[in-house]
């Protein structure tokens, strides 16, 4: 590996001092985020009213004579209000059948349908009477005429007509039934005489099957005012497409010769309902005919200017229309989208499709659609279909309407008939519309839920209303990467979502958010939120902004001096805060409205500023410094030279800014005064430099220490005239690095502060340069000592020693000794390597004069001491020995010696182990002689050295040896003794499973049984000492026989089992373990007889006893081999190794499942690695098959899985005793005979009964013992 050449002295000086100091670099402006400028958060209070109910639908009228009204409808009722949103009229429109129901009174006596509430669906404007007519979902969807009477000031309505004739109307042919419940969109045209409804409702099964209002129709109301026209064109979802194919009509509107629906509906109608998208619907305004029905895909995309990574081709698709409106633009706007002012743009606000997938883009965006480029497209694409050549498979579409068909075929032909023509069928034109965000993401998170589009002036202005209850009024541009915000505020604390649709009165929008209808001003609620008076000038003319003081507003809001044609300069931070007394300090000042050109320029004489008395003067802009501000931030800055006057004096003063005489920019211009404290005016001092000699090749750190050292913005140390370059500047102390000098010399020391020299007389010593000629040794580990041989060493303040390993480099410094010789430690350094040493370059040098390298240098792993106490020597041995892990590496890089008792061993290395024969002439005393080792200079005590005692072996030693024999043969005694009183024991068992004895109550563990294969079950089950239990807690015994195989196995005198019988004995188990819990000791890995003699598990409970593979165990530490019962234990216990009573409790439970399955293994198909899993599911034991509820309620009660919501022992004794009272009569659980006394064994024939003895076991059963829970073999 190639190593690097060593470090020059000019980067390890900047290594060695700290870093500089961020006040050191060049300072500049804090930016002030644009936003700061304005706040949103300003209340503002607009005109409102509360309509008692949800608003379905809104519309405004305004007459000729200046007389205007609000219509606002919700449920069941119709409100009319004065254009000061007063209420003038209220009428009840519902519910349908309700005596009260004022237009249901209209249509004459009833009935007229079915009852119930009415949603008003449709509420427009007949212009030409004029009228209002309102549509609800009750009576049919039929519609009420309600002529406008206007009365002084106000305008109320006539008493409403209905628009329904019963005796024209039909379930299958309704032309009065106009809305639909799903939702229906009105637009009324007039031609010549007349007025046409283009109606447009969704629709599906339901509303289809009776009185439909049709998808699409134009119908012409009767002049007599009894209802619309016969004999409609009209336009239906076919039957077959009703229930997949829904179409929602979002919004409608009439300009030019055409009227247009917008739609969101499925893309396709085979694998409808699928994805959406947006459709637009034109129909002619001219003629009532359907013939020229034409649809077009709107396609809106979210596509930013710099595409992220993944995102897709084109933009990110937003195909579902939200919210709509039609306006004229302005002339910016009409520019950016390179149509003439004036002209009629449709703007949507569109949203993802819900499988549109997670996307990186805003919540909603904004597209525009010129609607002269909207109708050529559509024109076009007639052209394409009508027109030869026409292209083969283009087909008409709109297959929900009409038979499919290619084009130019009419629907339903396969080939054009002479008597009809292409243009006179409905049409979807093949290609689309796209567009893009025209805020380019910049709504991010806002949910634009209501939209209104209007021209102030040369601007087009968006009112936007969010699903939060808030309205933004935002100018529309494309070109900008910011919103240009006329206002942003909250409708109120409910915070419920502004409704889609919005009306103009006047200069006045109407939101509906909830049941509140709001008023807000179109030119915005006012102008507090803007912060500063340059945001507040520069803000749109038609909001009326001035600067009143020190707070932006109108006029009319203004108590005092209000104007709109000038601000003054606002300063808000300086830099730096401290300048000398004597000395120049450039001074750079930042804040707002210091300049209205970008350049900067500024006209002379139009500036002053002033620090204190002292002035500073404007220096000419560095273009050279001028750098990019993002759109986010904004700060303006002046540069000025501070030369403080002869009566300035020393302390705080203030920095002031005065402009005057500015010529005016484009939105205002600059007048006025700003000021600011915190400037100060200091005196440095110097108090101490160190060192004050260095080599002639420089580089020597000086350290100069004083008193306000850091004051201004310039300052220098001269040696000789020439400067030391600084590494840090603080207020008390300067680092600079020596210049060179020309000879050894003694040379002035001085400091300059802005420019004047800082008062005192310092000298610096050039010396000769220091000469390192080797480096030894060639090998050490951390902090080692290293050698160094030269000449003038002590020329420099401090030798710097360096090791380089190729890819890193660490250093220290030596300690001024000699001027030929100097003792160095090694640098920290890691050695990582396996083979315990790392080779490198090791170098040394003085201050900024040459240095030498040493290749090849060996870093070692430092040794370490042994940490175990020696071992006595034998009496045969004459050597001490002793382990010192990575001494016999160093040895040669460092000097060892060992000394036993002061005295040098001549010692040697086997390895790590170090032997150190003892000196003849050593005296070992009765304590023996210290073993010290010396690495490097340092010394470190092993132990003592001692001979063995006067019996040859110390009394410790032989005490350590004697006491574990004595505890041995004392364990063996009582092991014996045990043994012998419990085979006497074992002589006075009882004879059945039935008999019961009493439990001796210790204070430590419970002594449990193993059981040993072969041996006789009840040597298990003996009568223990009573001492100290009650009479009535109590022990089970049994009745066993000896099987062929020497396995105990049950011995049972009958072929059944009572229940009764089982909850007796598992009543004796539960009172058995009602031991005070202080008084046990719980033993996790022990179960009742678990183990025998050859370690084969076992579980013996009530007499069922058989063997546990060993999966049904796992160690929670393999090294201690404890085994613990799994499948027994509980939840918490299984996962965090801790056992409780609480935890025996869910083990009991386990126990009572046993008996009641007869034995049968719990969880047989659960691996017990996945028993925890299995468990924490909420999953446990099913319930047996003899098991009464009540029993199995209380096992289920063990096995809750909070620990603190299972029973006690002392509640489940009760619980016991109460079901074995609760089972009366007998209940028994069948035992095959082939199960019953397996070789029967002489002490126990007479007891059983003659017919037993004649049954013979069934092949096999004599080798090994049948579970209670296996079934019984075939006979």
């Known amino acids: 590996m190639e190593l690097l050449p060593p470090l020059p002295q000019s980067f390890l000086l900047l290594l060695l001092l700290p ?67 007063k209420s003038v009229q209220s009428l009840a429109t519902g519910p349908a059948g309700d005596p009260g129901c004022q237009t249901c009174a209209a249509c004459g006596p009833g009935p007229h349908g079915p009852p119930g509430d009415t949603d008003t669906k449709v509420l427009v404007l007949e212009p030409a009477l004029p009228a209002l007519v309102s549509c609800g979902s009750s009576l049919q969807g039929r519609c009420f005429l309600h002529d406008l009477e206007p009365q002084r000031t106000a305008v109320h309505l006539a008493a409403p007509v209905c628009l329904f004739s019963a005796h024209h109307n039909r379930p299958d042919d309704c032309p009065d039934c106009v809305a639909s419940p799903l939702g229906t969109r009105v637009t009324v045209v007039e031609q010549g005489q007349a007025s046409y409804f283009y109606v447009a409702s969704s629709l599906d099964a339901a509303v289809a099957a009776s009185f439909s209002p049709h998808s699409v129709s134009i119908r012409r109301l009767k002049a007599d005012a009894s209802g619309f026209a016969p004999g409609f064109v009209a336009l239906s979802v076919l039957p077959k497409h009703l229930v997949s194919y829904s179409i929602e009509y979002v919004h409608s509107f009439h300009t030019g010769a055409f009227v247009y629906f917008l739609t969101v509906q499925p893309a396709s109608v085979t694998d409808a309902p699928g994805a959406l998208h947006t459709r637009l619907a034109r129909l002619s305004a001219t003629e009532p005919e359907l013939g020229d029905y034409r649809e077009l895909v709107l396609d809106c995309r979210f596509a930013p200017k710099r595409r992220r990574r993944g995102a897709p081709e084109g933009g990110q698709p937003y195909p579902v229309l939200r919210v709509a409106h039609s306006a004229p633009v302005g002339a910016q706007l009409a520019t950016e989208l390179s149509i003439a002012e004036g002209q009629e743009v449709l703007f949507g606000v569109f949203v993802a499709g819900k499988d549109s997938g997670p996307g990186v883009g805003p919540n909603s965006v904004v597209c525009a659609f010129p609607i002269d480029l909207l109708d050529t497209l559509i024109d076009e694409g007639v052209e394409r279909c009508c027109e030869s050549p026409v292209h083969p498979g283009l087909r008409r579409g709109l297959d929900f309407f009409q038979s499919p068909s290619f084009c ?43 939209l209104y589009v209007t021209r102030l002036d040369n601007v087009t202005v968006a009112h936007m209303g969010t699903a939060d209850g808030r309205i933004l009024q935002v100018e529309l541009a494309r070109s900008l990467n910011y919103l240009l915000y006329v206002s942003n505020f909250s409708l109120g ?28 001003p179109i030119r915005g609620p006012g102008c507090r939120h803007f912060l500063t008076c340059g945001r507040c000038l520069r803000a749109q003319r038609f909001m009326g902004c001035g600067w009143c003081g020190n707070m932006c507003g109108r006029q009319k809001e203004c108590p005092g001096s209000w104007q709109q044609d000038h601000c003054p300069p606002k300063l808000t931070e300086f830099h730096p805060h401290s300048g000398p007394l004597r000395g120049s300090t450039r001074l750079t000042l930042c804040g707002s409205n210091f300049y209205l050109h970008p350049s900067g320029l500024v006209p002379e004489g139009t500036h002053q500023i002033t620090v204190g008395q002292s002035p500073c003067r404007l220096l000419p802009k560095d273009s050279s410094k001028l750098r990019p501000v993002a759109w986010k931030d904004f700060v303006e800055e002046f540069e000025c030279e501070l030369e403080p006057l002869g009566t300035q004096a020393v302390g705080p003063t203030n920095v002031s800014l005065t402009v005057t005489n500015m010529p005016p920019g484009k939105h205002f211009r600059i007048d006025g005064t700003s000021m600011l404290r915190g400037f100060f005016f200091m005196e440095p001092v110097l108090i101490a430099v160190q060192p004050l000699f260095g080599p002639r090749a420089g580089g020597t750190c000086l350290t100069l220490k004083g008193q306000s050292l850091s004051v201004g913005t310039s300052r220098a140390v001269l040696v000789n005239g020439t400067e030391c370059l600084l ?71 401090h030798l710097v020693l360096s090791f380089h390993d190729g890819l890193r ?44 390298t040493l290749p090849g240098f060996r870093f070692l792993t430092p040794p370490h001491p042994p940490s175990a106490n020696l071992i006595p020597l034998k009496p045969e041995e004459h050597a001490i020995k002793f382990e010192y892990i990575g001494l016999g590496a160093v040895t040669d890089c460092v000097g060892v010696n060992v000394t036993v008792g002061g005295e040098s061993c001549q010692h040697e290395f086997r390895g790590d182990m170090v032997v150190c024969p003892l000196p003849p002439s050593l005296q070992l005393g009765k304590d023996g002689a210290p073993l010290q080792v010396c690495v490097d200079g340092e010394c470190r005590i092993l132990g003592r050295v001692v001979w063995p005692g006067p019996d040859g072996v110390p009394q410790s030693t032989l005490l350590g040896i004697l006491l574990p024999l004595l505890l041995l043969v004392a364990a063996l005694a009582t092991a014996l003794v045990f043994s012998y009183w419990w085979q006497k024991k074992q002589l006075v068992l009882p004879p059945n499973l039935d008999d019961l004895a009493s439990l001796d109550q210790t204070a430590g563990a419970t002594p449990l049984p193993i059981l040993y294969s072969g041996s006789d079950y009840r040597s298990g089950l003996a009568r223990p000492a009573t001492d100290g239990l009650d009479s009535t807690t109590c022990v089970h015994g049994a009745s066993f026989s000896n099987s062929e195989d020497e396995s105990g196995v049950p011995l049972l005198r009958k072929e059944s089992i009572q229940l009764r019988d089982l909850d007796s004995a598992l009543l004796a188990e539960v009172k058995d373990v009602l031991i005070p819990h202080e008084r046990v000791v719980t033993h996790s890995d022990r179960v009742i007889g678990k183990l025998d003699e050859s370690f084969t598990v076992k579980v013996a409970d009530f007499g069922l006893a058989r063997d546990i593979l060993d999966k049904e165990y796992y160690s929670v530490r393999q090294h201690r081999h404890a085994r613990l019962p799994v499948k027994w234990m509980a939840l918490e216990s ?42 924490a599911q909420g999953r446990r034991l099913p319930q047996p098959e003899y098991c009464p509820d009540s029993l199995y309620q209380v096992m289920q009660q063990c096995w809750e899985a909070d620990p603190a919501a299972r029973p006690t022992f002392g509640v489940l004794v009760g619980k016991v005793e109460q079901i074995v009272s609760a089972l009366l009569g007998d209940h028994y659980v069948q035992l095959p005979a082939t199960y019953m006394n397996l070789g029967p064994s002489t002490s126990h024939e007479m007891n059983v009964h003659p017919e037993q003895q004649q049954s013979s076991p069934m092949p096999g059963s004599a080798h090994r013992p049948r579970p209670l829970s296996e079934p019984p073999r075939p006979t």
Not at 60 to 85: C, M, Q
Not at 408 to 413: E, V
Not at 493 to 503: A, I, L
Not at 757 to 781: A, K, M
């Open 19 to 85: 870093a500089k100091p961020a006040a050191a670099k060049e300072w500049q402006c804090p930016r002030t985020p644009y936003a700061a400028s304005r706040d949103f958060n300003v209340k503002y209070m607009v005109p409102s009213f509360s309509a008692g109910g949800l608003v379905q639908a809104m519309v405004t009228y305004e007459g000729d004579r200046n007389e205007s009204a609000v219509f606002v409808a919700i449920r069941n009722r119709l409100h009319v209000l004065g254009p000061d949103l």
């Open 408 to 450: 130019p075929n009419p629907p339903g032909l396969e080939a054009p008939s002479p008597n009809t023509s292409c243009r006179h069928f409905p049409l979807l034109v093949s290609s689309s519309f796209s567009r893009v965000d025209l805020f380019n993401g910049l709504l991010g998170a806002v949910e634009v839920t209501a």
């Open 493 to 520: 604390d409910s915070g419920q979502p502004v409704q889609r649709d919005v009306s103009r009165l006047g200069d006045h929008l109407l939101f509906a958010s909830g049941d509140q209808v709001f008023q807000v």
């Open 727 to 797: 590494a840090r500047v603080s207020e008390g102390q300067l680092l600079c690095a020596t210049p060179p000098g020309a000879m050894v010399a003694s040379v002035p020391l001085s400091l300059q502060v802005g420019g004047a020299q800082v008062p005192g007389s310092w000298t610096f010593h050039y010396r000769e340069d220091p000469v390192v000629l080797s480096i030894s040794p060639n090998c050490g580990y951390i902090n080692s000592h290293i050698t160094i041989y030269g000449q003038h060493l002590t020329s420099a303040w």
């Open 809 to 852: 480099a660490v250093e220290s410094r030596c300690e001024r000794q000699l001027p030929e010789q100097q003792l160095c430690r090694l640098p920290e350094y890691v050695v990582q390597d396996p083979q315990g040493w790392v080779a490198g370059n090791l170098s040394a040098w003085g201050d900024g004069a040459a240095g030498f």
């Open 1134 to 1175: 299984l996962q965090t190794y801790r056992f409780t009573t609480k935890s025996d409790v869910w083990s009991f439970g386990v126990l009572l499942w046993e008996l009641l399955t007869r034995g049968a293994p719990p969880y047989p198909h659960i691996d017990p690695f996945d028993l925890t899993h299995f468990l």
